[in-house]
C-alpha cells in the first residue's frame, strides 16, 4: 500500500517517465546517503515558491533498464545464433551504444519477431516515442510473452503523445493480465481523478500553447497565462536560439483541483510531465500576482523547451537552468552539498523538508547560471543537443564545452568564487 501511495504521488505529479541509467562519472557518488544540508541564510531560501518539474517517484523509477531488457527479450527457446546477438545487443545496450544495438536486433527481426518488442524498449529507452510506439504495437501482433511489459510502456507513450482513448485501453489490458500492479493502479485512479476534475473545463489557444481550465473558476487568467507563455516562448527562444515547433498543453487548476489532482507537495508551485509533456498549474486568480505567475510559467516552460532537446539531463542543471531562464535568485551560492548527489532524475523533493528543497534549487541555479555565463549560451544549446544524443553527460560536456562533466562539477564553484 505504502508503494502504491508513493507511486501515485510521483506519477500524477507530472506523469514523468522512466528512469534509466546514466553513466555518469559520478556514479558512485549518485548512491550515497543524503548529505544534511543546512542554509547559510534560511530566511532567503524561503523567498523562491519552488516548482516541481521532476517529482521524487516516477512510474518506473526503481526500474533497472539492464533488468527490464532481459523480461523484453525472449531468447530461452531460440535457436544459439539468436541468443549470441541478444547477448551482444544487451552488452552495446549496457554501453549506451544504443544505435549499436538496434543494428543487431534489426537484423534479427527478419528472422525472429520477437525482438520488436525489445526494438520498442530500446527506443523508449532513447526517447524516441514514435519508434517505440510503431515497434511495440507491431510486437503485440505477434503476442509476445512480453504482452504485459509492451502493454504498461504504451500506456505511458499514449499519454505522452495527449491520446487519453489508447492509454486507457492499454491500460485495462495490461490490469487484465495483472490486476495486482500498483503502478497501473496507481495511473487508473489518477486518470479518474482528473478526468472527474477537467469535466467541465474549457480550451482557449495561441500559436504554440493550448491552455486547458475551469472557466468559471479561474475566469481571465487563462489569457494572462497565455501571454505569459508567448513571451517566454519568445524571450527564452532568442536566448537559446531555439524555438521549438512543438505545441504545448498547459492546464490552470484551482488551488484544491491541483492538490487533489497531483498530490504534490505543498510548496509546489507548479509541474511539468516528462511523458505527456503537460504544464500544470494552480491559480488561485491571475491579477495581481502576474510577476510570481511569470516565473513559475518561464521555469515550467525551460523544462519544456529543455525536453524537446534531451530526455534526461542532469537533474541540476534541468532545474538550473529553469531557474535562470525564470529570473534566477537574488544572489549565486556555493555548493551546499556535491553537485552529483543533484545530478539523478527524480525530484529535490527527495531532501526532505521545503529548507533543504530551496537550497537544492539554488545551487543548481547557481552552477547552471555559471555555466551559461563562463561557455555561453550557445554551448548551453550545445550541450543540451548532445545529452539528447548520446545520454551521456560525460561525452556532452566534453564534445559541446569542451571539458569533461567530472572536471566542471569539480572547478565551477572554485572558478566562479574565483571570479567573484
Known amino acids: 500500500m505504502f508503494r502504491a501511495l508513493c507511486i501515485l504521488t510521483a506519477f500524477l505529479a507530472a506523469i514523468i517517465g522512466v528512469y534509466y541509467w546514466i ?159 500498483t503502478d497501473l493502479q496507481a495511473i487508473a485512479a489518477w486518470i479518474k481523478r482528473e478526468d472527474t476534475a477537467h469535466a467541465k473545463y474549457v480550451e482557449e489557444k495561441s500559436d504554440r500553447f493550448k491552455v486547458t481550465f475551469d472557466g468559471h473558476a479561474v475566469g481571465a487568467a487563462s489569457r494572462i497565462v497565455l501571454r505569459i507563455l508567448d513571451d517566454a516562448y519568445r524571450q527564452i527562444g532568442r536566448e537559446l536560439n531555439y524555438f521549438p515547433e512543438k505545441s504545448f498543453t498547459v492546464i490552470i487548476y484551482t488551488q484544491r483541483d491541483f492538490r487533489n489532482v497531483t498530490r504534490l507537495p505543498e510548496w509546489a508551485g507548479g509541474a511539468y510531465g516528462i511523458f505527456d509533456g503537460v504544464i500544470r498549474i494552480p491559480v488561485h486568480g491571475a491579477e495581481g500576482q502576474e510577476a510570481e505567475l511569470r516565473r513559475v510559467l518561464f521555469h515550467e516552460y525551460t523544462h519544456a523547451l529543455i525536453h524537446t532537446l534531451a530526455a534526461d539531463p542532469p537533474l ?17 551560492t556555493v555548493q551546499h552539498v556535491p553537485l552529483t548527489y543533484l545530478h539523478d532524475r527524480g525530484s529535490f523533493a527527495r531532501l526532505g523538508d521545503v529548507s533543504a528543497v530551496n537550497m537544492a534549487y539554488w545551487e543548481s541555479y547557481s552552477a547552471a547560471a555559471y555555466l551559461a555565463d563562463r561557455y555561453g549560451k550557445d554551448r548551453i544549446l550545445a550541450l543540451l543537443r548532445a545529452l539528447g544524443k548520446t545520454g551521456d553527460a560525460d561525452q556532452a560536456f566534453r564534445d559541446s564545452i569542451g571539458i569533461s562533466y567530472r572536471d566542471f562539477v569539480e572547478t565551477w564553484e572554485p572558478a566562479w568564487k574565483k571570479k567573484k
Do not use: C
Not at 521524487?56 to 531468447?75: D, H, I, K, Q
Not at 516515442?129 to 505511458?156: C, G, T, Y
Not at 541540476?316 to 549565486?332: D, H, M, S, T, V
Open 23 to 181: 553513466k555518469s562519472p559520478a556514479g558512485t557518488a549518485l548512491k550515497q546517503s543524503a548529505p544534511s544540508v543546512v542554509a547559510d541564510n534560511p530566511a532567503q531560501t524561503a523567498t523562491v515558491s519552488p516548482t516541481l518539474s521532476a517529482p521524487v517517484e516516477t512510474l518506473t523509477r526503481n526500474e533497472n533498464p539492464s533488468a527490464l531488457f532481459a523480461e523484453f527479450t525472449e531468447p530461452k527457446q531460440a535457436p544459439a545464433e539468436h541468443r549470441e546477438m541478444h547477448s551482444r545487443a544487451k552488452a552495446l545496450f549496457e554501453k549506451g551504444q544504443f544505435a549499436e544495438a538496434l543494428g543487431i536486433l534489426k537484423q534479427l527481426e527478419q528472422r525472429d519477431k520477437s525482438v520488436l518488442a525489445t526494438i520498442g524498449y530500446i527506443h523508449y529507452h532513447m526517447r524516441n516515442m514514435d519508434d517505440a510506439l510503431i515497434a511495440f504495437e507491431e510486437s503485440l501482433r505477434h503476442q509476445p510473452a512480453s504482452e504485459f511489459n509492451v502493454r504498461k510502456k504504451l500506456v505511458e507513450i499514449y499519454l505522452y503523445k495527449e491520446n487519453r482513448s489508447k492509454a486507457q485501453e492499454h491500460l485495462e489490458r495490461a490490469l487484465a493480465l495483472r490486476p495486482q500492479d
Open 316 to 332: 541540476w542543471l534541468n532545474e538550473g537552468l529553469a531557474e535562470y531562464f525564470a529570473g534566477g535568485w537574488p544572489q549565486r
